[in-house]
């Protein structure tokens, strides 16, 4: 009787006798139903192939004997040749399995398209590049972490309502857009004009995060009192505090535009009112007499003033509803004379009274300015050039600031120019003392041994060096990445401003929002004053203005439009465009035939356009031209037809490999010239498909590529899932652009290992990358400075080169409090190995780091592998993890580990936003190990070469890498032989990425289903 519980259905098959017999012999005493090390029971194992998890348990027996792991050589008698017999034997029995579930199946299953290839597929379809639909869609399942596999990409009705709900967002946003073209306009915004650029007094005055500027003078007057401009003309100014007055007036500060504390206001039915200003002129002559009565509809229309002047008294008629023409504060009652009698002073004096007069009357301030001054003040537009609002820090909630009073009027394309010139700023601060709170932070609480400094004596100077700004739209005041549109970078520079040029995607209401990269945010609880100095001071940016060129469209109507309804004429609807049809179902075919075409990525049966169009004639009758035709369009683009790449097994015909491939380097749908290739079924002709490779690796769809198969093979997309301690890591709190950066490297990396066609090798070291000055700044590179990334030759014995030290994936590896060995060597197995260790058995628990320091992660993991069952996976996972040690939860170099509770050293002060903390320099670090072969090694670098004697092992694991993305499917037992024919087409080329992508493309595993 057989040992084995073998299946009997499908696939199923019988084991021959010699396996069953060595089996019994060599493996039983520790795999049975009694002892079932690494759970494997033979006993219970059964021999059923088609299924997926049967079959990876054999593959994982037969690939354990090859390589001699099992029987354990130290325990075991098995001789290399029964090795071979059992190996051969067994491959042969998985490879028969699996070739005959190919020819029924095909090596993958027609798998659905994901939600970010779904998002994209509509952008080509819509010419609308910025459309973001995936954020609405649900999340796609994944294998060995590609949402890219079939079996993982199921379709549930949660799905298609989703899918049906954002396709009709998608298409009415096509016709979001005006009745007639646009014209272009050239429209300048000033930053003394941006209500979120500038504080206004009170606790955002305090911080001193912005200042308003002329030239480098700055302007109390705008920054902390009003808001308006301060030409500032020299004048007398006389508010209600000064004055002789008759009647009840009461006290009000309900309207913003006032001059002085408080303004003056009649009470009702409680007069007669009168008050009178008066003043002593400086010199003679002729004056403007300006009055200030904040305006409003409540006021009399006729408010009786009376000037006083040197050829007697004029009364003049003032509509007080009407808003004040100069500032928004002052009306102009005209120009009057003034001298002085004798050798007295030269007095004026202004009245108003209620007498006569219906509604109430305001009374705030009286402004005399001589001839002299207004004829020689500076005009609007010069002194608007001159100044400026300087922000001192970066955009973070809920601080954002931007060009708000900007809001594009449509969608589309537009030219952006901005002036601006780097700053510093030095404040003193005055210490607060005894128990008093300081005056704007009454109600903060806070440690009692914190003291409270106000801000004193501010001085602006031009900046020591230039400042990274960063330029992006958004519909928000308060952005979020959904509404976020990435515009571009530039460096203000010290000294005089520039203007800087950049071109924008804008929504339609989007604004220009700011961020200056470099600039520190401060982070509750943290103060103004305790961010750290750079260069005796405090850095900024000085915001001139920003002019706009737009909307830039070369084609009308939008080609969003014309792919949906081509020549047919339209009209504005209640809520967007509607197409006008006069033959309506004659229409419905005609645009209906070339969507769905379009939309399947392939020619469109009889059938399958009968069944949409006899769902339009339906609706038709019921609604509209343009509502029957988007919910039919929403019908195509929620259809399996559409969702799935659809190919029956054996050789794809030119259409799926056009989808494919587009798919694989594109991630959307065929171009046209690829489609134009499928048609005429040129695409298979002798170089085409190394010509269509090599294009599209040359369009910048190739970034999404780049991005998406990073985010999934490295985990890039979970850099933000951890935020850095900031106690042991104060340096690190809130460094947006350190993080952006880490990712940009990597891709930017990638690319070039593609298109320059280098050698896989360079995935765990080289000796250039791709830095801008922060990550310059991270890496200990000098010679750097700005956000523009460079390739950059690293020095010599630089631990960075490659990918495996890239910060991006040391901090993905981490967690922002500790660094794990395991967690690192699990990563770099998989990830860029190709190996897969066992999970840990159950019972067995997780090894934490010691923050406290009590401990070393080399000494709680000795204590781990004194357990048999998890010593034989730690030999191989522990040495890439302690090779790694080096380098901190920000993937920056380190000698000594840091904790909480212990240490040779205590560490305080305040991090880099501003937060104080606390934390000890804890043991040295140790980046030695023994790989699981028995090598030693010193250190990351030392490792590096280990690895890079065996560059096939990096290369067969990005094979198989892109093999999964490429196709949809794992590589399986019997995909090894293509495998092993692409490496060896490759490694002329020293294992070449591009290389790699070409082989791969014209290899079986691509061309077949």
């Not at 794809?652 to 694989?664: H, K, P, V």
Request: hydrophobic share 35%; net charge negative; with cysteine.
């Amino acid at each position: 009787m057989s040992l084995f519980n073998l299946g009997s259905a499908g696939l199923s098959a019988k084991l021959p006798e010699k396996l069953e017999l060595f089996f019994e012999n060599h493996c039983m005493d520790c795999h049975d139903d009694e002892i079932t090390e690494g759970g494997l029971d033979f006993l219970s194992l059964t021999w059923q192939p088609e299924d997926s998890y049967n079959e990876s348990i054999w593959v994982k027996i037969h690939d354990r004997i090859k390589s001699k792991e099992m029987p354990p050589p130290k325990k075991s008698k098995v001789q290399d040749f029964e090795r071979e017999e059992l190996t051969q034997a067994l491959g042969k029995m998985i490879l028969e399995a699996r070739e005959l579930a190919y020819a029924l199946n095909g090596r993958s299953v027609s798998r659905r398209i994901n939600r970010f290839e779904y998002e994209n597929v509509l952008r080509d379809l819509l010419h609308d590049p910025y459309l973001k639909i995936a954020g609405q869609l649900p999340l796609d399942g994944e294998v060995h972490g590609f949402a890219k596999v079939g079996t993982a990409l199921d379709v549930s009705h949660v799905q298609v309502d989703a899918y049906l709900d954002v396709a009709e967002f998608a298409l009415r946003r096509a016709l979001d857009f005006p009745e007639k073209k646009p014209s272009s306009t050239t429209k300048r915004v000033y930053a003394r004009e941006q209500r979120r650029m500038w504080a206004p007094g009170g606790n955002p005055a305090w911080t001193r995060f912005s200042l308003a500027l002329d030239g480098l003078e700055i302007n109390d007057e705008y920054s902390f009192r009003k808001l308006g401009l301060n030409r500032k003309i020299n004048s007398v100014v006389v508010d209600d505090t000064d004055t002789e007055r008759i009647g009840p007036w009461k006290k009000s500060t309900r309207r913003a535009n006032h001059l002085g504390k408080h303004y003056l206001a009649t009470a009702k039915n409680n007069g007669p009112h009168e008050i009178t200003w008066k003043t002593v002129l400086p010199k003679p002559g002729t004056y403007e007499v300006r009055v200030s009565f904040c305006g409003g509809e409540s006021l009399s229309n006729a408010a009786p003033y009376t000037v006083h002047h040197a050829k007697g008294n004029t009364r003049l008629l003032i509509d007080q509803s009407v808003k004040p023409t100069i500032d928004n504060l002052w009306f102009p009652l005209g120009q009057f004379s003034f001298d002085k009698k004798e050798s007295g002073p030269i007095r004026a004096a202004v009245s108003l009274s209620d007498k006569g007069t219906e509604g109430y009357l305001i009374a705030d301030a009286v402004q005399f300015v001589h001839l002299d001054e207004l004829e020689n003040k500076r005009d609007l537009s010069t002194y608007l050039e001159e100044s400026s609002t300087a922000i001192f820090r970066g955009a973070y909630t809920p601080f954002y600031y931007g060009f708000d009073d900007y809001k594009a009027p449509v969608r589309g394309n537009y030219r952006i120019r901005i002036k601006a010139k780097s700053v510093i700023r030095q404040t003193d601060y005055v210490e607060w003392e005894g128990d008093k709170k300081p005056r704007f932070y009454p109600d903060l609480v806070l440690d009692a041994s914190r003291r409270y400094p106000t801000p004193v004596d501010d001085r602006i100077f031009p900046g020591k060096r230039s400042e990274p700004v960063k330029v992006y739209s958004s519909t928000l005041y308060e952005p979020n990445t959904q509404s976020m549109l990435p515009i571009g970078t530039f460096e203000a520079p010290p000294g005089e401003p520039q203007v800087f040029e950049l071109n924008a995607f804008m929504e339609k209401g989007g604004m220009v929002k700011l961020d200056c990269m470099r600039l520190p945010s401060p982070m509750v609880p943290a103060m103004p004053h305790t961010i750290p100095k750079t260069d005796d001071g405090f850095p900024g940016v000085a915001f001139h203005w920003m002019e706009v060129d737009g909307p830039l469209i070369e084609k009308w109507p939008p080609p969003s439009y014309l792919a949906l309804f081509g020549d047919l004429p339209f009209e504005k609807g209640a809520k967007h465009i509607v197409a006008l049809s006069e033959n309506p179902s004659e229409d419905a075919a005609r645009v209906l035939t070339g969507f769905i075409e379009r939309a399947y990525r392939r020619p469109v049966t009889e059938k399958e356009f009968d069944r949409f169009y006899q769902y339009a004639q339906v609706l038709l009758e019921e609604t509209s031209f343009t509502e029957a035709m988007i919910a039919t369009f929403s019908a195509v683009l929620a259809s399996p037809e559409f969702l799935f790449q659809c190919s029956q097994p054996g050789k794809l015909d030119d259409f799926a490999l056009a989808e494919r491939l587009s798919f694989f380097l594109g991630e959307s749908m065929p171009d046209e010239t690829l489609s134009k290739l499928a048609r005429t079924g040129k695409l298979r002709v002798a170089g085409n498909l190394k010509k269509q490779v090599d294009r599209l690796i040359d369009k910048p769809e190739f970034n999404r590529f780049v991005q998406k198969f990073l985010n999934s093979w490295l985990k890039l997309d979970e850099i933000n899932d951890t935020d850095p301690d900031r106690e042991l890591y104060p340096e690190y709190a809130g460094d947006w652009w350190l993080v952006s950066s880490m990712v940009k490297e990597s891709q930017l990396f990638f690319a070039d290992l593609i298109v320059n066609n280098r050698s896989a090798a360079g995935l765990i070291d080289s000796d250039y990358t791709f830095l801008d000055e922060r990550l310059a700044r991270h890496y200990g590179v000098d010679g750097l400075q700005g956000p523009v990334f460079k390739r950059t030759k690293l020095p010599s014995q630089s631990p960075y080169g490659g990918i495996l030290t890239q910060a991006s994936v040391l901090k993905v590896t981490a967690n922002g409090t500790v660094t794990s060995p395991v967690l690192r060597g699990v990563y770099v197995l998989e990830r860029l190995l190709g190996y897969h260790p066992s999970p840990p058995p159950p019972s067995v628990p997780a090894v934490e780091p010691d923050i406290r320091g009590a401990k070393t992660i080399r000494e709680l993991l000795a204590k781990h592998r004194e357990d048999p069952s998890c010593a034989s996976c730690h030999a191989k996972i522990d040495p890439p993890g302690f090779a790694l040690e080096s380098f901190d939860v920000m993937g920056r170099w380190r000698d000594n580990y840091r904790s909480l509770g212990e240490g040779s050293k205590r560490i305080a002060g305040l991090g880099r936003s501003g937060n104080e903390f606390v934390h000890y320099i804890g043991s040295e670090v140790d980046s030695s190990g023994r790989m699981y072969k028995g090598e030693a090694f010193d250190g990351i670098n030392e490792f590096k070469k280990l690895l890079l004697q065996d560059k096939e092992v990096i290369a067969r694991n990005l094979v198989h890498q892109l093999i999964v993305y490429a196709t949809g499917a794992p590589v399986a037992f019997s995909d090894r032989d293509e495998v092993t024919a692409i490496l060896d087409q490759t490694k002329s080329s020293d294992y070449g990425v591009r290389s790699i992508i070409h082989a791969i493309v014209e290899s079986p595993l691509f061309l077949r289903k």
